[in-house]
């Protein structure tokens, strides 16, 4: 059974003097543990706006999200806490969505207080807590007193991914995670987010321009345009075989994904 199961999802945004814009149209899609999705598709086709609909930060007009086989619904809900942990989204701009007057320790602390997995712990724990947490991503002990200016882009996304591990997550919704780094940190960054997600067996999302990343590093794919899910398969089939003529146009628009991986990779 899939962990996460989107049906007819439909997110519309509000505009003065016009009709809303229909960002998601109708998207069906699933997520198993331990799978990684991609879903491409270009500026403005509604990746994010999905991507957030399925963590809760806009709400759906229409469809269905199911987590562990259990409708997920925007009303008071018992379950709505453990789904709130469960399902973690990264952003792009890492930097940006940490807090600049918060050390890396103080933000982990946060997080696990306000889920309540610190509440009955002395302080020496927590200290364990999160060197093992900053380790898991990479980082060394020391980054736990930096506040984000002193970090670079590549370890703030790290921070940032530390921060979702401290929930131990098992949906991870990873929107372009890499792209607004240096092109010499975004393989780094990919590779751990692959190696956790394998290690911890998440169910993964990665939302990405970057059709070479997404052959790299995904199993299935999603095409997405004007809102609509127009072709998903295995990324194999989906690369060699688009069905879909907006598939084509995306992958002819790369000429040779072949070529851009090996000159990126030497
Ligand atoms: N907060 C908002 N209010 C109104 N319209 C929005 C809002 N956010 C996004 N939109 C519109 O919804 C559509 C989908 O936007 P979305 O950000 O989901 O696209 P995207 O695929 O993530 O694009 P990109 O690749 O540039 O990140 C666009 O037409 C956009 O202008
Ligand atoms: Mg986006």
Redesign the pocket.
Known sequence: MPLLEIEDLE?Q???AGGPP?K??RGVSLHVAAGETLGVV????????????AIVGL?RPCGGRIRYDGVEVTQRAWAGREAYCRRVQMVF?DATGSLNPRMTVAAMLDEVRRVHHLAAREERGQSAVAITRLLAQVGLPAETAGAYPRELSGGQCQRVSLARCLALEPRVLVA??PVSALDVSVQARVLNLLRELQQRLGLALML?S?DLAVVRTVCDRVCV?HN?VLVEQGAVRTIFEQPAHPYTQALLAAVPDVDRALQAREA
Do not use: F
């Open positions: 997110v945004y509000a505009r814009v960002a998601v598709g270009e500026s403005g086709c509604g990746k994010s706006t999905l991507a957030k806009v792009q929107d372009e939302v321009h997405m809102g």
